[in-house]
């Protein structure tokens, strides 16, 4: 077996390619359903955010396996294989191994640090169980980058500060804004991004903000987050107006198409009325051509890489730190994977000795006649089991102990020298 990831992210392909890629949590069942269904897939997980999309499959064929994942990419984007090709990047087993730890310790993101991709690869952790798709391998494999997105965020430095796409967004409205405390403020949406936004907003003194929600509830459940902080809180309906009083506006929903171009601005906005916009959302809210309108300023996710920039150099030291911890973690799986070899010796093992001890039980109690009562039958049966687990615990510990190859290659060999076992290959 192998692992694989293929996907792309910010570092390899545009916004208007990522949005074609993007899964909304609500297709996660299906898409990984999908995968499933690929001869050669053995285990699938999918990490979709704003800046990323990975496909992590094992697989016991891994060109077969690749080639199916891109196959799923192109039909689900309706983007020709060779046009999505040049955008993705493929990383084969230590690779992918340290490639997840380093995502969900923020090492990977659009922002050093950023905190929430470690929820997001929890979120796949959960999904892929839910849905069917993690077994063994990938459950131990994120489970340990979980591991160590904690250890990162715990052990050193790097998440302190401005460290989201929220905050890099409001860190860039700053930079074109000469007093944020006098601008007036919309955020469309009302998600965990949104929050995000309100918080590093009030952080950065803006005192006017609303909130366009489709939901009033779950907009005046964001608002009740921030007692201190006065925000209006309007429907979906009364987006326009609120964006034709406004001097900034944040889009943060899960809608598939754009909610804002330049024909719906054009006739609220008065002239010669500025008006900035901040789209961190992938799929876009923002159609690209809005800045066809002469003081419209649109910037999406991938604009956020001037502020990114700034705070790179502060980080990369702390980042250095943080990969000799993920080091650490990748031998951790390293040792476990190595271990999965001798499953089918040790399997093979028990069976065999199981297979005994449950045949000269029968010719014991068939010789102690019915008279033996059951109560004694189940003694026995205990005794025996038990006689049997103790037999095997130190040589099976002792086998997966084996770190190096060879030693544990010669035990494994050993083993089925002298109890004659035809284990076969579990594992390759």
Same mark, same amino acid.
Request: aromatic share 4%; charged share 25%; with cysteine.
């Given at each position: ?22 899964? &909304? ?13 690929? &001869? ?12 990323? #999309? ?8 891994? %060109? ?19 046009? +999505?090709?040049? /955008? ?63 250890? *990162? ?16 967004? *409001? ?28 918080? /590093? ?10 909130? *366009? ?25 009364? #987006?326009?107006? *609120? ?74 030291? #702390? ?7 993920? %080091? ?33 039980? =029968?010719?014991?109690?068939?010789? +102690?006649?019915? =008279? ?57």
């Amino acid at each position: 077996m192998n692992i694989a990831v293929v996907g792309l992210s910010h570092k390899t392909a545009p916004v208007e390619i990522r949005e074609k890629l993007s899964i &909304p949590e609500i297709q996660t069942e299906s898409a990984i359903a999908h995968l499933s269904s690929y &001869p050669h897939i053995d285990e699938v997980a999918i990490v979709s955010t704003c800046n990323r #999309m990975e496909i992590y499959i094992v697989t016991s064929e891994t %060109e077969h396996g690749i080639r199916e994942v891109t196959q799923f990419l192109s039909e689900y984007s309706k983007l020709p294989m060779l046009s +999505l090709r040049q /955008h993705l990047f493929m990383l084969l087993h230590d690779d992918a191994v340290m490639h997840v730890m380093r995502v969900a310790a923020g090492l990977d993101s659009l922002v050093l640090g950023e905190g929430q991709i470690l929820a997001q690869i929890k979120t796949t952790h959960k999904h892929g169980q839910q849905y069917n798709g993690i077994k063994t391998i990938l459950n131990r494999l994120f489970k340990q980058a979980i591991t160590a997105g904690k250890r *990162v965020r715990t052990e050193t430095s790097i998440g302190t500060g401005a460290v989201s796409i929220s905050s890099a967004a *409001v860190e860039l409205a700053q930079m074109k804004m000469a007093n944020l405390a006098a601008c007036r403020a919309t955020i469309l949406g009302a998600g965990k991004m949104s929050r995000l936004l309100v918080q /590093h907003l009030v952080s950065k003194g803006a005192a006017q903000i609303n909130i *366009v929600n489709r939901s009033r509830d779950r907009a005046h459940e964001l608002a009740q987050q921030f007692p201190e902080q006065p925000i209006r809180i309007h429907l979906l309906s009364e #987006m326009m107006t *609120v964006i034709a009083d406004s001097d900034l506006v944040f889009t943060s929903t899960s809608a598939t198409e754009p909610i804002l171009d330049r024909a719906k601005l054009e006739i609220i906005l008065e002239p010669n009325r500025p008006l900035m916009l901040f789209d961190i959302s992938v799929p876009r809210n923002i159609h690209g051509d809005v800045n066809e309108l002469a003081n419209v300023q649109a910037f999406n996710v991938d604009d956020l890489k001037a502020v990114v920039a700034q705070n790179y150099e502060s980080r990369r030291k #702390m980042a250095q730190e943080a990969e000799r911890l993920l %080091e650490q973690e990748v031998e951790t799986f390293d040792i476990w994977w190595r271990s999965l070899e001798t499953v089918s010796t040790i399997s093979c093992l028990r069976h065999k000795i199981e297979t005994i001890r449950e045949q000269e039980l =029968e010719k014991a109690l068939s010789r +102690l006649g019915s =008279e033996f009562g059951d109560k004694h039958q189940e003694v026995i049966e205990a005794l025996t089991r038990g006689i049997v687990n103790k037999i095997l615990h130190d040589p099976m510990v002792q086998l997966r102990a084996q770190q190096d190859v060879e030693a544990r290659q010669r035990c494994m060999q050993t083993l089925q020298m002298l109890f004659n076992l035809d284990a076969g290959e579990q594992f390759s």
